[in-house]
Structures are given as C-alpha cells and as structure tokens.
Nanobody, 122 residues
Framework: EVQLVESGGGVVQAGGSLRLSCTAS????????FAWFRQIPGQGREGVSC????????YYVDSVKGRFTISIDNAKNTMYLQMNSLKPEDTAVYYC???????????????WGQGTQVTVSS
C-alpha cells in the first residue's frame, strides 16, 4: 500500500520556522521526484517546491525562494521542507506529492499525502 505521511505542521508566529516531513512507503523512494504543494480554502493547490529523484535539481516558487529549503533522506524514505522567516501568507494546508517524472502532470498523476496545516500568526 502506497502511503505518504506528512508531519511537522503547526502554529507559529511570523518570522518563525517549521520543518515539514513526508515519509513514504509502498514504492521505490529513489525512483520518484517529490514536491510540496499548498492550498488555501477556496483556492487551487499551488506548487511550492520540488526535488528530483537524485536531489540534483530543485525548484521553488518565487514567493518562498531564500526562505524554504527542500531536501530528501533516502535512508529514511523521507522528504523535508525547512521553512524559515515564515509569513502570514504562508498559512495553508501543505501537501506532499510523489511522481515518477520531474514534470507535474496534474493532480491525478502520482501520490498525495493527507496534508498538514501550517498557520502563521502576525
């Protein structure tokens, strides 16, 4: 059974930090690219960051560049998102996504976690 389990969300004051984790099981971790998306109620899901299967290539949306860092630990089958200098506009549900392609092919392709809430207070 494929599972992506996120953890690390919570409530933090503006300027603070959180580290999200996404632990995968049920497929070959090293064959997949991983990504973080976030969603605000009533809005579409936004791609925040992604990392290639060999960790050589990363992508960040402009709004988080210089503040967020994505990484993977193959030994633990886990992906991380270190979020620093958090802003109230970072408040959202954050989702982990895994796919066997660098390119995003839509929400029906790949695997999703259940989401973890991040709330940044001003």
């Amino acid at each position: 059974e494929v599972q992506l389990v996120e953890s690390g969300g919570g409530v933090v004051q503006a300027g603070g930090s959180l580290r999200l984790s996404c632990t995968a099981s049920g497929f070959t971790f090293t064959d997949y690219a991983f990504a973080w998306f976030r969603q605000i109620p009533g809005q579409g899901r936004e791609g925040v960051s992604c990392i290639s299967s060999n960790a050589n290539t990363t992508y960040y949306v402009d709004s988080v560049k210089g503040r967020f860092t994505i990484s993977i630990d193959n030994a633990k089958n886990t992906m991380y998102l270190q979020m620093n200098s958090l802003k109230p506009e970072d408040t959202a549900v954050y989702y982990c996504h895994a796919r066997d392609s660098w390119y995003y092919r839509g929400p029906d392709y790949g695997y999703w976690g259940q989401g973890t809430q991040v709330t940044v207070s001003s």
